[in-house]
Protein backbone atom coordinates (compact mmCIF):
# COMPACT_ATOMS: atom_id res chain seq x y z
CA UNK A 1 0.00 0.00 0.00
CA UNK A 2 1.10 3.77 -0.69
CA UNK A 3 1.49 5.72 2.36
CA UNK A 4 1.07 9.42 2.40
CA UNK A 5 3.26 11.92 -0.06
CA UNK A 6 6.17 13.29 1.42
CA UNK A 7 7.90 16.60 2.06
CA UNK A 8 11.78 16.16 2.74
CA UNK A 9 11.12 12.71 3.87
CA UNK A 10 7.96 14.43 6.14
CA UNK A 11 5.11 12.41 5.93
CA UNK A 12 2.14 14.64 4.42
CA UNK A 13 -1.19 14.08 6.91
CA UNK A 14 -3.42 16.55 4.87
CA UNK A 15 -3.37 17.89 1.63
CA UNK A 16 -1.32 17.32 -2.12
CA UNK A 17 1.77 18.51 -1.89
CA UNK A 18 1.72 18.36 -6.35
CA UNK A 19 -1.41 21.60 -5.83
CA UNK A 20 1.83 23.71 -4.37
CA UNK A 21 3.18 26.36 -6.71
CA UNK A 22 6.93 25.72 -7.18
CA UNK A 23 7.85 28.47 -4.77
CA UNK A 24 5.30 27.40 -2.34
CA UNK A 25 6.38 24.12 -2.52
CA UNK A 26 10.89 24.93 -1.94
CA UNK A 27 9.62 26.96 0.99
CA UNK A 28 7.97 24.58 2.70
CA UNK A 29 10.55 22.16 2.03
CA UNK A 30 13.47 24.64 3.34
CA UNK A 31 10.99 25.19 6.52
CA UNK A 32 10.77 21.36 6.98
CA UNK A 33 14.49 20.85 7.04
CA UNK A 34 15.26 23.73 8.83
CA UNK A 35 12.80 22.93 11.57
CA UNK A 36 12.35 19.14 11.45
CA UNK A 37 8.67 18.46 12.18
CA UNK A 38 7.24 15.15 12.45
CA UNK A 39 4.43 15.89 10.09
CA UNK A 40 3.10 18.52 7.70
CA UNK A 41 -0.71 19.80 7.27
CA UNK A 42 -1.32 21.62 3.86
CA UNK A 43 -4.54 24.03 4.71
CA UNK A 44 -7.23 24.01 2.29
CA UNK A 45 -9.40 26.41 4.53
CA UNK A 46 -12.43 24.02 4.08
CA UNK A 47 -15.01 24.13 7.22
CA UNK A 48 -14.13 20.41 7.73
CA UNK A 49 -10.49 21.36 8.25
CA UNK A 50 -11.58 23.98 10.39
CA UNK A 51 -13.82 21.21 12.71
CA UNK A 52 -10.63 19.25 12.59
CA UNK A 53 -8.99 22.22 13.93
CA UNK A 54 -11.11 22.17 17.20
CA UNK A 55 -10.54 18.81 17.65
CA UNK A 56 -7.07 19.51 17.98
CA UNK A 57 -6.62 22.11 19.86
CA UNK A 58 -9.45 19.99 22.57
CA UNK A 59 -7.00 16.97 22.16
CA UNK A 60 -4.39 18.76 23.03
CA UNK A 61 -5.97 20.58 26.05
CA UNK A 62 -4.98 23.84 24.35
CA UNK A 63 -8.48 25.81 24.59
CA UNK A 64 -11.43 24.20 26.61
CA UNK A 65 -14.91 24.18 25.04
CA UNK A 66 -17.97 26.47 25.71
CA UNK A 67 -21.16 24.94 25.67
CA UNK A 68 -23.08 28.03 26.58
CA UNK A 69 -22.05 28.95 23.01
CA UNK A 70 -21.84 28.20 19.58
CA UNK A 71 -18.58 26.56 18.43
CA UNK A 72 -16.56 28.58 21.33
CA UNK A 73 -13.94 27.57 22.71
CA UNK A 74 -11.32 29.20 25.43
CA UNK A 75 -7.42 29.18 25.76
CA UNK A 76 -5.38 30.32 28.81
CA UNK A 77 -1.66 31.10 27.82
CA UNK A 78 1.16 31.11 29.70
CA UNK A 79 1.33 33.90 32.04
CA UNK A 80 5.02 35.10 30.44
CA UNK A 81 3.24 35.13 26.79
CA UNK A 82 0.33 37.62 27.06
CA UNK A 83 0.86 40.66 24.73
CA UNK A 84 2.67 42.14 21.81
CA UNK A 85 6.79 41.62 23.00
CA UNK A 86 7.27 45.05 21.74
CA UNK A 87 11.33 44.76 23.07
CA UNK A 88 11.77 41.66 21.45
CA UNK A 89 10.46 42.37 17.58
CA UNK A 90 12.57 43.66 15.13
CA UNK A 91 13.63 45.41 12.20
CA UNK A 92 16.33 43.58 9.87
CA UNK A 93 17.97 45.92 7.43
CA UNK A 94 21.38 46.20 6.06
CA UNK A 95 21.80 49.64 7.44
CA UNK A 96 20.63 50.74 10.79
CA UNK A 97 18.97 53.86 10.02
CA UNK A 98 17.22 52.12 6.92
CA UNK A 99 15.10 50.75 9.74
CA UNK A 100 15.29 53.48 12.61
CA UNK A 101 16.62 57.10 13.45
CA UNK A 102 19.30 57.69 14.77
CA UNK A 103 18.49 59.26 18.52
CA UNK A 104 20.39 62.06 20.42
CA UNK A 105 23.56 60.98 22.03
CA UNK A 106 22.28 59.68 25.28
CA UNK A 107 19.07 59.20 24.31
CA UNK A 108 17.30 55.41 24.18
CA UNK A 109 15.39 55.43 20.90
CA UNK A 110 11.98 54.26 20.70
CA UNK A 111 10.80 53.95 17.06
CA UNK A 112 11.70 50.15 16.95
CA UNK A 113 14.26 47.58 17.22
CA UNK A 114 16.83 47.15 14.60
CA UNK A 115 19.08 43.80 14.36
CA UNK A 116 21.58 43.22 11.28
CA UNK A 117 21.07 41.03 8.64
CA UNK A 118 23.96 38.91 10.04
CA UNK A 119 22.97 39.28 13.39
CA UNK A 120 19.60 37.80 12.31
CA UNK A 121 20.94 34.69 11.08
CA UNK A 122 22.71 33.78 13.65
CA UNK A 123 19.93 33.74 16.06
CA UNK A 124 17.69 32.08 13.72
CA UNK A 125 20.34 29.43 14.13
CA UNK A 126 19.99 29.59 17.49
CA UNK A 127 16.56 28.70 17.55
CA UNK A 128 14.91 27.24 14.64
CA UNK A 129 17.10 24.12 13.69
CA UNK A 130 14.92 20.83 14.62
CA UNK A 131 12.50 23.02 16.85
CA UNK A 132 9.32 21.43 15.67
CA UNK A 133 9.91 18.03 16.69
CA UNK A 134 7.18 15.91 17.39
CA UNK A 135 4.90 18.50 16.31
CA UNK A 136 3.11 19.15 13.05
CA UNK A 137 3.76 22.20 10.56
CA UNK A 138 1.10 23.74 9.32
CA UNK A 139 1.27 25.72 5.83
CA UNK A 140 -1.49 28.19 5.72
CA UNK A 141 -1.59 30.12 2.04
CA UNK A 142 -3.48 33.47 2.89
CA UNK A 143 -4.49 36.57 1.44
CA UNK A 144 -4.48 39.53 3.10
CA UNK A 145 -7.74 41.87 1.45
CA UNK A 146 -10.03 40.71 -1.02
CA UNK A 147 -8.54 37.58 -2.88
CA UNK A 148 -7.76 38.95 -6.57
CA UNK A 149 -7.74 42.52 -5.51
CA UNK A 150 -5.17 45.10 -6.72
CA UNK A 151 -4.67 46.36 -3.33
CA UNK A 152 -3.97 42.80 -1.90
CA UNK A 153 -0.97 40.89 -1.24
CA UNK A 154 -0.26 37.36 -0.50
CA UNK A 155 1.51 35.54 2.49
CA UNK A 156 2.27 31.96 3.12
CA UNK A 157 2.76 30.66 6.81
CA UNK A 158 4.34 27.69 8.61
CA UNK A 159 3.25 27.23 11.97
CA UNK A 160 3.74 24.80 14.64
CA UNK A 161 0.52 25.75 16.58
CA UNK A 162 -2.83 24.46 15.48
CA UNK A 163 -4.26 27.30 17.65
CA UNK A 164 -2.14 29.56 14.93
CA UNK A 165 -3.87 27.84 12.50
CA UNK A 166 -7.30 27.58 13.49
CA UNK A 167 -6.47 31.62 14.46
CA UNK A 168 -5.36 32.65 11.30
CA UNK A 169 -8.30 30.78 9.49
CA UNK A 170 -10.40 33.06 11.30
CA UNK A 171 -8.06 36.64 10.59
CA UNK A 172 -7.42 36.30 6.94
CA UNK A 173 -8.85 35.12 3.61
CA UNK A 174 -6.95 31.39 4.16
CA UNK A 175 -7.59 28.49 2.26
CA UNK A 176 -5.75 26.81 -1.07
CA UNK A 177 -7.54 29.47 -3.08
CA UNK A 178 -4.63 31.41 -3.24
CA UNK A 179 -2.86 29.64 -4.53
CA UNK A 180 -4.89 30.28 -8.15
CA UNK A 181 -4.14 33.76 -7.50
CA UNK A 182 -0.36 33.45 -6.59
CA UNK A 183 0.97 30.95 -9.47
CA UNK A 184 4.35 31.70 -9.38
CA UNK A 185 4.66 34.95 -7.81
CA UNK A 186 6.34 35.98 -4.81
CA UNK A 187 4.80 35.98 -1.44
CA UNK A 188 5.67 37.15 2.03
CA UNK A 189 7.01 33.89 3.95
CA UNK A 190 5.86 34.13 7.35
CA UNK A 191 8.26 31.08 9.93
CA UNK A 192 6.72 30.93 13.07
CA UNK A 193 7.27 28.21 16.00
CA UNK A 194 6.52 28.65 19.72
CA UNK A 195 9.94 27.00 20.24
CA UNK A 196 9.08 23.61 22.18
CA UNK A 197 10.39 20.76 20.29
CA UNK A 198 8.93 17.26 21.91
CA UNK A 199 9.80 16.01 24.06
CA UNK A 200 9.63 19.48 26.44
CA UNK A 201 12.91 20.14 28.22
CA UNK A 202 10.41 22.22 30.80
CA UNK A 203 7.03 22.19 32.17
CA UNK A 204 4.32 23.64 29.78
CA UNK A 205 2.35 25.77 31.31
CA UNK A 206 -1.44 25.71 31.18
CA UNK A 207 -0.63 23.51 28.42
CA UNK A 208 0.90 26.83 26.11
CA UNK A 209 3.71 25.89 24.78
CA UNK A 210 6.15 29.11 24.51
CA UNK A 211 9.92 29.89 25.19
CA UNK A 212 9.55 33.62 26.63
CA UNK A 213 13.29 33.79 27.28
CA UNK A 214 14.34 33.19 23.59
CA UNK A 215 11.04 35.04 21.91
CA UNK A 216 11.89 36.84 18.73
CA UNK A 217 9.78 38.14 15.63
CA UNK A 218 11.95 39.67 13.37
CA UNK A 219 10.80 41.38 10.01
CA UNK A 220 13.32 41.29 6.66
CA UNK A 221 11.74 43.98 4.95
CA UNK A 222 13.70 43.91 1.67
CA UNK A 223 12.82 40.27 0.74
CA UNK A 224 9.69 40.13 2.91
CA UNK A 225 10.22 37.72 5.61
CA UNK A 226 8.71 37.42 8.87
CA UNK A 227 10.60 35.17 11.88
CA UNK A 228 8.42 34.77 14.67
CA UNK A 229 9.78 32.43 18.00
CA UNK A 230 8.93 31.61 21.22
CA UNK A 231 5.11 33.15 21.55
CA UNK A 232 2.04 31.51 20.31
CA UNK A 233 0.31 35.00 22.08
CA UNK A 234 -1.70 36.51 18.86
CA UNK A 235 0.21 39.89 17.68
CA UNK A 236 3.64 37.87 17.77
CA UNK A 237 2.32 34.56 16.22
CA UNK A 238 -0.51 35.20 13.70
CA UNK A 239 1.92 36.95 11.36
CA UNK A 240 -0.74 38.34 9.03
CA UNK A 241 -1.84 40.76 12.15
CA UNK A 242 0.60 42.99 12.63
CA UNK A 243 3.90 41.65 11.08
CA UNK A 244 2.43 41.48 7.89
CA UNK A 245 -0.37 43.96 7.43
CA UNK A 246 1.27 46.76 9.04
CA UNK A 247 5.37 46.47 9.21
CA UNK A 248 6.18 44.10 5.83
CA UNK A 249 2.67 46.22 4.90
CA UNK A 250 4.12 49.53 5.34
CA UNK A 251 7.43 48.42 3.75
CA UNK A 252 6.10 47.13 0.25
CA UNK A 253 3.61 50.14 0.73
CA UNK A 254 6.19 52.97 0.87
CA UNK A 255 7.55 51.30 -2.36
CA UNK A 256 4.46 50.93 -4.48
CA UNK A 257 3.54 54.53 -3.56
CA UNK A 258 0.72 53.89 -0.61
CA UNK A 259 -0.54 53.62 3.05
CA UNK A 260 -0.58 50.65 5.28
CA UNK A 261 -2.42 51.79 8.43
CA UNK A 262 -3.09 51.02 11.95
CA UNK A 263 -6.53 52.38 11.50
CA UNK A 264 -10.63 51.59 11.52
CA UNK A 265 -12.50 52.04 8.62
CA UNK A 266 -16.23 52.81 8.84
CA UNK A 267 -19.32 53.73 6.46
CA UNK A 268 -21.27 57.06 8.11
CA UNK A 269 -25.05 57.46 6.71
CA UNK A 270 -26.66 60.66 7.95
CA UNK A 271 -30.34 61.11 8.16
CA UNK A 272 -30.20 62.92 4.59
CA UNK A 273 -28.77 59.76 2.81
CA UNK A 274 -25.41 61.11 2.47
CA UNK A 275 -22.96 58.20 3.25
CA UNK A 276 -19.38 59.33 3.90
CA UNK A 277 -16.13 57.00 4.62
CA UNK A 278 -13.65 57.47 7.23
CA UNK A 279 -10.48 55.79 8.56
CA UNK A 280 -9.50 56.22 12.12
CA UNK A 281 -5.94 55.56 13.79
CA UNK A 282 -5.74 55.29 17.65
CA UNK A 283 -3.38 53.67 19.95
CA UNK A 284 -4.56 50.04 20.80
CA UNK A 285 -7.70 50.24 23.50
CA UNK A 286 -8.18 53.85 22.90
CA UNK A 287 -11.36 53.05 21.29
CA UNK A 288 -11.10 51.98 17.18
CA UNK A 289 -13.40 48.83 17.64
CA UNK A 290 -15.91 50.47 19.88
CA UNK A 291 -15.95 53.60 16.85
CA UNK A 292 -16.21 51.19 14.21
CA UNK A 293 -18.62 49.27 15.74
CA UNK A 294 -20.68 52.32 17.10
CA UNK A 295 -24.87 52.27 17.78
CA UNK A 296 -26.11 56.07 17.23
CA UNK A 297 -28.35 56.87 20.47
CA UNK A 298 -29.54 59.32 17.98
CA UNK A 299 -32.26 57.92 15.20
CA UNK A 300 -31.23 58.15 11.80
CA UNK A 301 -27.92 57.16 11.43
CA UNK A 302 -26.34 54.19 10.06
CA UNK A 303 -22.97 52.81 10.95
CA UNK A 304 -21.49 49.94 8.93
CA UNK A 305 -17.90 48.35 9.69
CA UNK A 306 -15.47 47.32 6.98
CA UNK A 307 -12.28 46.71 9.62
CA UNK A 308 -11.68 47.39 12.76
CA UNK A 309 -8.20 47.83 12.98
CA UNK A 310 -5.72 47.78 9.43
CA UNK A 311 -6.42 50.32 6.33
CA UNK A 312 -4.74 49.57 3.35
CA UNK A 313 -4.96 52.93 0.88
CA UNK A 314 -4.31 53.65 -2.18
CA UNK A 315 -5.27 56.37 -4.70
CA UNK A 316 -7.28 55.54 -7.56
CA UNK A 317 -6.95 56.88 -11.54
CA UNK A 318 -9.69 59.36 -10.89
CA UNK A 319 -7.31 60.80 -7.69
CA UNK A 320 -9.81 59.18 -4.73
CA UNK A 321 -8.35 57.46 -1.89
CA UNK A 322 -9.35 54.13 -1.46
CA UNK A 323 -9.05 51.74 1.62
CA UNK A 324 -9.81 48.03 1.91
CA UNK A 325 -9.72 45.71 5.55
CA UNK A 326 -6.96 43.04 5.01
CA UNK A 327 -8.00 41.25 7.26
CA UNK A 328 -10.88 38.86 7.76
CA UNK A 329 -11.90 38.60 11.48
CA UNK A 330 -11.46 40.98 14.24
CA UNK A 331 -9.35 40.51 17.44
CA UNK A 332 -10.59 42.98 19.83
CA UNK A 333 -9.78 43.22 23.38
CA UNK A 334 -12.69 41.77 25.86
CA UNK A 335 -12.33 43.61 29.08
CA UNK A 336 -14.21 46.81 29.21
CA UNK A 337 -16.78 45.42 26.02
CA UNK A 338 -20.63 45.13 26.76
CA UNK A 339 -23.98 46.01 25.60
CA UNK A 340 -23.23 49.94 26.83
CA UNK A 341 -19.80 50.09 25.43
CA UNK A 342 -20.13 47.96 22.19
CA UNK A 343 -23.54 46.17 21.82
CA UNK A 344 -22.50 45.35 18.19
CA UNK A 345 -19.66 43.54 19.45
CA UNK A 346 -21.64 41.80 21.83
CA UNK A 347 -23.82 40.25 19.12
CA UNK A 348 -21.28 38.64 17.20
CA UNK A 349 -18.45 37.42 19.59
CA UNK A 350 -20.30 34.41 20.68
CA UNK A 351 -20.15 32.24 17.58
CA UNK A 352 -17.11 30.61 15.99
CA UNK A 353 -15.08 32.40 18.06
CA UNK A 354 -11.58 31.72 19.99
CA UNK A 355 -11.48 33.84 23.30
CA UNK A 356 -8.04 33.88 24.70
CA UNK A 357 -7.32 34.94 28.60
CA UNK A 358 -10.68 35.34 29.45
CA UNK A 359 -12.44 34.15 32.73
CA UNK A 360 -14.90 31.10 32.53
CA UNK A 361 -17.99 30.95 33.85
CA UNK A 362 -19.67 27.48 35.67
CA UNK A 363 -22.53 27.70 32.81
CA UNK A 364 -19.66 27.31 29.96
CA UNK A 365 -19.42 30.67 29.42
CA UNK A 366 -16.95 33.74 29.72
CA UNK A 367 -16.41 36.36 31.73
CA UNK A 368 -14.14 39.63 31.86
CA UNK A 369 -14.13 43.31 33.53
CA UNK A 370 -17.02 45.17 32.51
CA UNK A 371 -19.75 42.10 32.32
CA UNK A 372 -20.77 42.45 36.24
CA UNK A 373 -24.14 43.75 35.49
CA UNK A 374 -24.57 41.26 33.08
CA UNK A 375 -23.37 37.81 35.10
CA UNK A 376 -26.88 36.05 36.53
CA UNK A 377 -25.95 35.57 40.70
CA UNK A 378 -25.90 31.60 41.08
CA UNK A 379 -22.64 31.96 38.45
CA UNK A 380 -18.88 31.24 39.94
CA UNK A 381 -16.16 32.41 37.83
CA UNK A 382 -12.80 30.53 37.27
CA UNK A 383 -10.56 33.22 36.48
CA UNK A 384 -8.03 33.39 33.35
CA UNK A 385 -5.02 31.74 35.78
CA UNK A 386 -7.34 28.75 37.18
CA UNK A 387 -8.25 30.58 40.51
CA UNK A 388 -11.86 28.91 41.09
CA UNK A 389 -14.67 31.01 42.79
CA UNK A 390 -12.93 33.98 41.57
CA UNK A 391 -14.53 37.43 43.55
CA UNK A 392 -13.66 40.99 43.18
CA UNK A 393 -12.08 40.31 46.59
CA UNK A 394 -9.61 37.91 45.34
CA UNK A 395 -7.09 41.41 44.61
CA UNK A 396 -6.82 40.15 41.09
CA UNK A 397 -8.16 40.44 37.66
CA UNK A 398 -10.96 38.06 36.53
CA UNK A 399 -9.28 38.28 33.30
CA UNK A 400 -6.43 39.30 31.31
CA UNK A 401 -6.73 42.85 30.86
CA UNK A 402 -5.19 42.08 27.22
CA UNK A 403 -7.69 39.29 26.82
CA UNK A 404 -8.72 38.71 23.41
CA UNK A 405 -11.89 37.59 21.15
CA UNK A 406 -10.89 36.07 17.64
CA UNK A 407 -14.43 36.54 15.94
CA UNK A 408 -15.35 36.36 11.88
CA UNK A 409 -15.60 39.42 10.27
CA UNK A 410 -18.97 37.84 8.97
CA UNK A 411 -20.40 37.91 12.63
CA UNK A 412 -20.65 41.59 12.20
CA UNK A 413 -24.11 42.61 11.96
CA UNK A 414 -23.20 45.74 11.05
CA UNK A 415 -20.80 45.11 8.32
CA UNK A 416 -20.69 47.18 5.64
CA UNK A 417 -22.09 45.76 2.11
CA UNK A 418 -18.81 47.45 0.04
CA UNK A 419 -16.82 45.09 3.40
CA UNK A 420 -15.31 43.03 0.49
CA UNK A 421 -15.19 45.22 -2.48
CA UNK A 422 -12.18 44.54 -4.60
CA UNK A 423 -11.38 48.54 -5.25
CA UNK A 424 -11.94 49.31 -1.47
CA UNK A 425 -14.19 52.27 -0.14
CA UNK A 426 -13.84 56.19 -0.81
CA UNK A 427 -12.26 57.67 2.15
CA UNK A 428 -13.47 61.32 3.29
CA UNK A 429 -11.72 61.66 5.74
CA UNK A 430 -8.93 60.24 8.20
CA UNK A 431 -8.75 60.36 12.20
CA UNK A 432 -5.99 60.77 14.54
CA UNK A 433 -6.14 60.16 18.30
CA UNK A 434 -4.95 58.96 21.52
CA UNK A 435 -5.88 58.66 24.86
CA UNK A 436 -5.12 62.44 26.54
CA UNK A 437 -6.54 63.39 30.22
CA UNK A 438 -5.59 66.98 29.88
CA UNK A 439 -5.34 69.94 27.33
CA UNK A 440 -6.34 68.52 23.62
CA UNK A 441 -9.93 69.71 22.53
CA UNK A 442 -12.60 66.88 21.88
CA UNK A 443 -11.65 67.70 17.96
CA UNK A 444 -10.43 69.61 15.98
CA UNK A 445 -10.04 70.10 11.96
CA UNK A 446 -6.36 70.29 10.72
CA UNK A 447 -5.27 73.58 8.33
CA UNK A 448 -4.16 71.25 5.55
CA UNK A 449 -2.83 68.22 4.68
CA UNK A 450 0.71 68.80 6.01
CA UNK A 451 -0.71 70.35 9.26
CA UNK A 452 -2.57 66.81 9.73
CA UNK A 453 0.67 65.34 8.68
CA UNK A 454 2.49 66.79 11.35
CA UNK A 455 -0.89 66.66 13.78
CA UNK A 456 -0.70 62.51 13.23
CA UNK A 457 3.30 62.73 13.38
CA UNK A 458 2.48 64.00 16.80
CA UNK A 459 0.11 61.96 18.52
CA UNK A 460 0.60 61.12 21.90
CA UNK A 461 -1.53 59.05 24.41
CA UNK A 462 -1.49 57.07 27.41
CA UNK A 463 -0.16 53.47 27.65
CA UNK A 464 -2.22 50.46 27.53
CA UNK A 465 -1.74 46.86 28.43
CA UNK A 466 -2.09 45.43 24.65
CA UNK A 467 1.60 45.91 25.02
CA UNK A 468 3.84 45.22 27.75
CA UNK A 469 3.97 48.49 29.20
CA UNK A 470 2.50 49.23 32.51
CA UNK A 471 0.99 52.27 34.37
CA UNK A 472 -0.56 55.66 32.96
CA UNK A 473 2.70 57.50 31.34
CA UNK A 474 1.76 59.82 27.83
CA UNK A 475 3.72 58.00 25.31
CA UNK A 476 4.51 59.70 21.89
CA UNK A 477 2.77 57.19 19.12
CA UNK A 478 3.14 58.75 15.36
CA UNK A 479 0.15 58.04 13.32
CA UNK A 480 -0.42 54.91 16.29
CA UNK A 481 2.14 53.25 14.06
CA UNK A 482 4.96 53.53 16.54
CA UNK A 483 5.29 49.65 17.34
CA UNK A 484 4.53 48.93 13.87
CA UNK A 485 7.17 51.08 12.05
CA UNK A 486 9.07 49.34 9.34
CA UNK A 487 11.43 52.11 8.17
CA UNK A 488 12.76 55.36 9.49
CA UNK A 489 9.81 57.20 10.90
CA UNK A 490 11.34 60.31 9.48
CA UNK A 491 10.99 58.76 6.39
CA UNK A 492 7.34 57.26 6.90
CA UNK A 493 6.27 60.99 8.33
CA UNK A 494 7.84 62.20 4.42
CA UNK A 495 6.23 59.20 2.71
CA UNK A 496 2.79 60.75 4.19
CA UNK A 497 3.59 63.99 2.97
CA UNK A 498 4.54 62.62 -0.68
CA UNK A 499 0.80 61.31 -0.89
CA UNK A 500 -0.08 64.55 -1.28
CA UNK A 501 -0.52 65.77 -5.37
CA UNK A 502 -2.21 68.48 -7.78
CA UNK A 503 -4.55 65.63 -9.49
CA UNK A 504 -5.72 63.92 -6.03
CA UNK A 505 -8.64 64.65 -3.35
CA UNK A 506 -7.24 65.09 -0.05
CA UNK A 507 -9.37 63.70 2.57
CA UNK A 508 -9.75 66.27 5.65
CA UNK A 509 -7.65 65.41 8.59
CA UNK A 510 -9.00 65.94 12.10
CA UNK A 511 -7.85 65.14 15.46
CA UNK A 512 -10.00 63.83 18.35
CA UNK A 513 -9.75 63.08 21.90
CA UNK A 514 -12.70 61.34 23.22
CA UNK A 515 -10.50 61.30 27.11
CA UNK A 516 -10.41 64.76 28.59
CA UNK A 517 -10.76 65.02 32.12
CA UNK A 518 -11.80 67.79 34.08
CA UNK A 519 -10.07 68.75 37.30
CA UNK A 520 -12.30 66.34 39.79
CA UNK A 521 -10.82 63.85 37.10
CA UNK A 522 -14.22 62.87 35.44
CA UNK A 523 -14.81 62.65 31.65
CA UNK A 524 -15.96 65.78 30.06
CA UNK A 525 -17.19 63.26 26.98
CA UNK A 526 -19.71 60.35 27.39
CA UNK A 527 -17.98 58.91 24.47
CA UNK A 528 -18.71 55.59 22.75
CA UNK A 529 -22.46 55.90 21.13
CA UNK A 530 -22.19 59.89 21.84
CA UNK A 531 -19.36 60.11 19.37
CA UNK A 532 -21.92 59.82 16.62
CA UNK A 533 -22.43 63.68 17.24
CA UNK A 534 -18.63 64.74 16.36
CA UNK A 535 -18.72 62.19 13.30
CA UNK A 536 -21.56 64.29 12.34
CA UNK A 537 -20.10 67.01 12.24
CA UNK A 538 -16.86 65.86 10.81
CA UNK A 539 -19.24 64.49 7.94
CA UNK A 540 -20.25 68.30 7.62
CA UNK A 541 -16.86 69.63 7.59
CA UNK A 542 -16.33 67.55 4.95
CA UNK A 543 -18.89 69.51 2.55
CA UNK A 544 -16.97 72.71 4.03
CA UNK A 545 -20.44 73.66 6.32
CA UNK A 546 -19.13 77.26 7.88
CA UNK A 547 -19.28 75.63 11.35
CA UNK A 548 -16.16 75.75 12.43
CA UNK A 549 -13.76 78.53 14.22
CA UNK A 550 -10.07 79.81 14.12
CA UNK A 551 -7.96 78.65 16.90
CA UNK A 552 -4.23 78.20 17.54
CA UNK A 553 -3.92 74.87 16.98
CA UNK A 554 -6.90 74.15 13.63
CA UNK A 555 -10.27 74.39 13.56
CA UNK A 556 -12.57 74.14 16.28
CA UNK A 557 -16.48 73.87 16.14
CA UNK A 558 -18.24 76.87 16.07
CA UNK A 559 -20.02 76.61 19.73
CA UNK A 560 -23.41 74.91 19.28
CA UNK A 561 -22.64 73.42 15.83
CA UNK A 562 -22.19 69.89 17.43
CA UNK A 563 -25.84 68.52 18.57
CA UNK A 564 -26.12 68.28 22.40
CA UNK A 565 -29.69 67.57 22.67
CA UNK A 566 -30.76 64.52 24.43
CA UNK A 567 -27.17 64.31 26.13
CA UNK A 568 -27.69 62.43 29.53
CA UNK A 569 -25.62 65.23 31.51
CA UNK A 570 -24.46 68.78 30.63
CA UNK A 571 -21.51 69.31 28.49
CA UNK A 572 -18.89 72.06 29.53
CA UNK A 573 -18.22 73.45 26.18
CA UNK A 574 -15.74 75.60 27.35
CA UNK A 575 -13.88 72.95 28.89
CA UNK A 576 -13.86 70.63 26.72
CA UNK A 577 -12.39 72.80 23.82
CA UNK A 578 -10.29 75.35 26.25
CA UNK A 579 -6.43 75.37 25.02
CA UNK A 580 -4.54 76.13 28.56
CA UNK A 581 -1.58 78.25 27.62
CA UNK A 582 0.85 77.00 30.04
CA UNK A 583 -0.54 72.97 29.01
CA UNK A 584 0.44 73.96 25.71
CA UNK A 585 3.60 75.19 26.04
CA UNK A 586 4.90 71.87 27.66
CA UNK A 587 2.95 70.42 24.72
CA UNK A 588 4.89 71.84 21.86
CA UNK A 589 7.98 71.73 23.80
CA UNK A 590 7.61 68.10 24.19
CA UNK A 591 6.72 67.90 20.93
CA UNK A 592 9.83 69.45 19.62
CA UNK A 593 12.02 67.82 22.30
CA UNK A 594 10.51 64.54 20.86
CA UNK A 595 11.38 64.83 17.28
CA UNK A 596 14.88 66.57 18.38
CA UNK A 597 15.69 63.47 20.40
CA UNK A 598 14.09 61.00 18.61
CA UNK A 599 14.06 61.45 14.83
CA UNK A 600 17.09 64.42 14.80
CA UNK A 601 17.78 64.92 11.33
CA UNK A 602 15.39 62.37 9.29
CA UNK A 603 12.55 65.00 10.30
CA UNK A 604 11.20 66.51 7.20
CA UNK A 605 11.89 70.10 6.83
CA UNK A 606 8.43 70.88 6.44
CA UNK A 607 6.97 69.40 10.23
CA UNK A 608 9.57 71.34 11.27
CA UNK A 609 8.01 74.33 9.80
CA UNK A 610 4.56 73.08 11.20
CA UNK A 611 5.65 73.05 14.41
CA UNK A 612 6.96 76.53 14.37
CA UNK A 613 3.74 77.78 12.77
CA UNK A 614 1.87 76.20 15.40
CA UNK A 615 4.28 78.34 17.99
CA UNK A 616 3.81 81.52 16.42
CA UNK A 617 -0.08 81.32 16.37
CA UNK A 618 0.18 79.83 20.12
CA UNK A 619 2.26 83.12 21.39
CA UNK A 620 5.31 80.72 22.46
CA UNK A 621 8.66 82.43 21.47
CA UNK A 622 11.46 80.35 20.98
Given at each position: ?????????????????????????????????????????????????????????????????????????????????????????????????????EPKPGVKGTLGN?????????????????????????????????????????????????????????????????????????????????????????????????????????????????????????????????????????????????????????????????????????????????????????????????????????????????????????????????????????????????????????????????????????????????????????????????????????????????????????????????????????????????????????????????????????????????????????????????????????????????????????????????????????????????????????????????????????????????????????????????????????????????????????????
Open positions: MMGNPKIENTEVVHGNPQELPKKVLAFVSEIAQLCQPDKIWLCDGSEDENKDFTRLMLEENLVINLPKYENCVLARTNPQDVARMESKTYICTEEKREAIPWMSLKQLDEEIKSRFPGCMKGRTLYLLPFSMGPIGSPISHIGVQASDSVYVAASMRIMTRMGKNVYKVLGDKDFVKCIHSVGVPLPAQKPIINNWPCDPEKTMVAHKTKTNEIWSYGSGYGGNSLLGKKCFSLRIGSAIARREGWLAEHMLIVGITNPQGVKKYIVGAFPSQCGKTNLAMLTSPIPGYKIECVGDDIAWMRFDENGVLRAINPEFGFFGVCPGTNHHTNPVAMDMIFKNTIFTNVAKTSDGGVFWEGLEKELKTHVSITSWTGEKHWTRDSGKPAAHPNARFCTPLVNCPILDPHWNSPEGVPISAILFGGRRPEGIPLIYETRSWKHGVYAGASVSSEATSAAEYKGHKVMHDPFSARPFLSYNAGKYIEHWLQMEKDYRKMPKIFHVNWFRKNKEGHYLWPGFGENIRVLDWIMRRCDNEPIAVESPIGLLPKEGSINLEGLPDPINWEELFELPEDFWKREMNDIETYFNQQIGDDLPPAIREEIENQKKRLGISK
